[in-house]
């Protein structure tokens, strides 16, 4: 998959299929919003935090969206580390399991099923909403830091892909909750 501005619909595509999986995982049984493995996040919580983590990019793409792209700051270079979290991540698809994320990104103890799913759409209209405003170039020029590791970044393209991502790594979550 090409991860680039000039391919922004389709990759708003698949994070359309992707929170579709989500909620689809979290709605195959009534009572499962408020169940858990032991230990773990609700089906609801799960939901809430890709959410929670939607808007935690989506809010400075938009911050930086009402500047021309053009007097952004320069893109940072990445490192090693880095470049590897991009092919593995965002690239392959693959997001590790057992990482813990910081509270700021953490959900609420009873996420309110119809506000949580509403903020789900809402936080990927945000970002469609800002890459349909920009040039193909100008998508792959548009960046922000990595809101989970701020020393990195993710361009607009790369965004869109890591949320998708992280979408299925959380439905995945909720279909190993029992039924």
Same mark, same amino acid.
């Given at each position: 998959?090409?991860i680039?501005?000039? !391919? %922004?619909e389709?990759l708003?595509? @698949? /994070?359309d299929?992707?929170?579709?999986?989500?909620?689809e995982?979290?709605?195959?049984d009534?009572?499962?919003w408020?169940?858990r493995?032991?230990?773990?996040?609700t089906a609801g919580q799960?939901v809430?935090?890709?959410a929670?983590?939607?808007?935690?990019?989506?809010?400075?793409?938009?911050?930086?969206?009402?500047?021309p792209?053009?007097?952004?700051p320069?893109?940072?270079?990445?490192?090693? /580390?880095?470049? /590897?979290?991009?092919?593995l991540?965002v690239?392959? $698809?693959?997001?590790p399991?057992g $990482?813990?994320?910081r509270?700021e %990104? $953490?959900p609420?103890a009873?996420?309110?099923?119809?506000?949580t799913?509403?903020?789900?759409?809402?936080e990927s209209d945000r970002?469609r909403?800002?890459?349909?405003?920009?040039s193909? @170039?100008?998508?792959d020029r548009a960046?922000?830091?990595?809101?989970f590791?701020?020393r990195? !970044?993710y361009? /607009?393209? @790369?965004?869109v892909r890591?949320n998708?991502?992280?979408?299925?790594? !959380?439905?995945?979550?909720?279909?190993?909750?029992?039924?």
């Open positions: 998959m090409n680039d501005g000039a !391919h %922004f389709v708003m595509s @698949e /994070l299929s992707a929170c579709r999986e989500l909620v995982a979290a709605e195959r009534p009572g499962l408020d169940r493995k032991p230990g773990k996040w799960h809430e935090h890709v929670i983590s939607m808007a935690a990019m989506a809010g400075p793409l938009e911050a930086r969206g009402h500047a792209v053009s007097e952004s320069a893109r940072p270079g990445r490192g090693l /580390l880095e470049s /590897l979290w991009i092919a991540v690239k392959r $698809g693959s997001l399991r $990482g813990k994320t509270a %990104f $953490g609420t009873l996420p309110d099923r119809a506000a799913l509403e903020r789900l759409g809402g970002i909403a800002l890459g349909s405003r920009l193909a @170039e100008d998508r960046w922000i830091a990595n809101p590791m701020p990195w !970044h361009t /607009l393209p @790369e965004v890591v998708a991502v992280h979408a299925r790594h !959380h439905a995945k979550l909720i279909r190993e909750i029992d039924p």
